[in-house]
């Protein structure tokens, strides 16, 4: 069992989705000689509000950093 998790907004193909499960697979077999039919992959999309740090959501601190790049540019 493998599980990769990350917020929204990444914009993940469904393609991607396929290559990251197929190379996941291989890696698990080539360095730890684990079966295909042995291993699961779950990719777990999280919407950025639903996790956090620090007492903050993903969202707010996504946020913040926008605005702190922005006045950095400027």
Sequence with gaps: ?????????LCVS??????LIE???QLLFRVLGK???ST???IDEV???NWGW?????????QEQRVADSKSIT
Excluded at 1 to 9: A, N, V
Excluded at 54 to 62: A, D, F, P, S, V
């Design 1 to 9: 069992f493998c599980k990769f998790g990350y917020g929204e907004p």
């Design 40 to 42: 699961f992959v779950v």
């Design 35 to 37: 079966p295909a039919i």
């Design 23 to 25: 190379g996941t697979t």
């Design 54 to 62: 620090q007492g903050k959501t993903t969202t707010q601190i996504r």
């Design 47 to 49: 919407e950025t509000d």
């Design 14 to 19: 469904a393609e991607q989705k396929r290559a």
